[in-house]
């Protein structure tokens, strides 16, 4: 795998979902990402530091050039516990846990993000405005309601499924309520 087109098809991505999302500084964003899937491997199977972190350093830097905060999904072994800065953590209230990932327990891009973030932190739930999923991984939970799905125009990235979510705010009033817009 050649780390220049993974980077620029990955930007694009998240340039699709950004645009769609339309997120304000100091908006959350959650990656969650299976590098196994990337290389075509089962889920959790065959972990790439070097594929993590070619992840992580580019949402980072396109998100930090829009104030967005990266969050990073850890797997299922850490009950999908997430990276995130501790002043993000501690801006937002989230309650900040105890563990460090690995490669089997967390993940490539989870270990990365200790890597790249200033003053990384373990949290066990966020509300996010949006998110991309590589590889299937299940996002969803830290999305806040109501969830959209975006579906960027590239469909993979290595061998692995993407999929996103950008969340709008709940439509109530029924029949008779006018909106601003319309999702």
Same mark, same amino acid.
């Not at 105890?98 to 089997?104: D, H, I, K, Q, R």
């Not at 061998?159 to 709008?168: C, E, G, I, N, Q």
């Given at each position: ?5 993974f980077? *620029? !098809? =990955? *930007?694009q991505m ?9 997120? +304000?500084?100091?908006n959350t964003?959650?990656l969650?990402? $299976?590098? $196994?899937?990337i290389l ?9 530091? %070097? ?6 350093? *580019?949402?980072?830097?396109?998100l930090e050039?829009?104030?967005i905060?990266l969050?990073?999904?850890?797997c ?5 516990a =997430?990276?995130?800065?501790?002043q ?7 309650e900040i846990?105890e563990?460090?990932?690995s =490669?089997?327990?967390? #993940? /490539?891009c989870?270990v990365?993000?200790? +890597?790249?973030?200033?003053d990384?932190v373990?949290? %066990? /739930?966020?509300?996010a405005?949006a998110?991309?999923?590589? #590889? !299937?991984?299940a996002?969803g939970?830290h999305?806040?309601?109501v969830?959209? &799905?975006v579906r960027? *125009? ?9 999929t /996103?979510?950008? $969340? ?5 009033g029924? &029949?008779?309520?006018a909106y601003? $817009?319309?999702?």
């Amino acid at each position: 795998m050649e780390k220049t087109s993974f980077v *620029t !098809d =990955l *930007t694009q991505m998240v340039n699709e979902i950004l645009t769609e999302a339309q997120l +304000k500084p100091g908006n959350t964003f959650v990656l969650g990402c $299976s590098t $196994s899937e990337i290389l075509g491997k089962k889920i959790g199977k065959y972990p790439s530091q %070097e594929i993590g972190e070619w992840v992580v350093e *580019t949402l980072n830097n396109r998100l930090e050039h829009d104030g967005i905060h990266l969050a990073v999904q850890g797997c299922e072994h850490l009950n999908r516990a =997430l990276v995130v800065e501790r002043q993000v953590a501690e801006k937002n209230n989230w309650e900040i846990v105890e563990v460090l990932p690995s =490669l089997t327990a967390g #993940g /490539a891009c989870s270990v990365a993000a200790f +890597k790249y973030f200033k003053d990384p932190v373990e949290v %066990e /739930a966020i509300v996010a405005q949006a998110g991309i999923d590589i #590889g !299937d991984t299940a996002i969803g939970m830290h999305i806040k309601h109501v969830q959209v &799905p975006v579906r960027p *125009t590239k469909k993979e990235l290595g061998a692995a499924h993407v999929t /996103a979510l950008r $969340s709008r705010p709940k439509y109530i009033g029924g &029949p008779r309520a006018a909106y601003q $817009s319309e999702g």
